[in-house]
């Protein structure tokens, strides 16, 4: 649970704004658990509602922060992550063909990862630290943390800002949709990773031979 889920975030946004907005989502992205999403939905609800603030200037905060923490959570994830993964790693079961065959998905499949982990709960505050541990090369991890930033803070706080106040009554339904499609997407990948594993790790040595540094 976030530490500012007991915070009024409405009264964040109404006291601080587009600072409010950039700030929890900075955090969120580089995997301070914050209820970023909750946060730009209610301030561009409350830029519908009572025009105190712009709409175009709440999306482009957003972005920057996601964009911002993102580089900080894939610098720090690059730095020091692998790491610590190496030597303490076997205590969650990842030992190092499993790191190996982590560092493989990523250089495979690593950008979608980053885009569309900006859309999901489970991923959005760790896809870039998971993203710099497995050294997604960089260029490829700015381009596709960019676009994702700008795409889901202009898709989520515009839909926001013209549902107005009836957000209130979509937002459940739509949310336990997304998170069964986030539930069926991970149980399907995860399946798929243990029924394959064998191939995908012989696969991982040839493309990444020796030992992980």
Known sequence: MSFLHDLPIAELIAAYGYLAVFAIITLESAG?????????????VYAGSTGNLNV???????????????????????????????????LIALDHGRLK????????HGGKIVFFGRFTAMLRAYAAVLAGVNRLDARRFMLFNALGGLVWAASIGLGSYWCGRSIERIAGPVGLTLLALVVFGGLALWLFVRRHEARLRGEAELAIPGPLA
């Open 32 to 44: 301070v658990p914050c209820p970023g999403e909750t946060a730009l939905i209610s301030a561009c």
């Open 56 to 90: 175009g200037l709440i999306v482009a905060a957003a972005a920057a922060g996601a964009i911002l923490g993102d580089n900080v959570g894939y610098w720090v994830g690059r730095r020091w992550g692998m790491p610590l993964l190496l030597r303490y790693g076997h």
């Open 101 to 108: 065959l982590g560092q493989y998905l990523f250089r495979s």
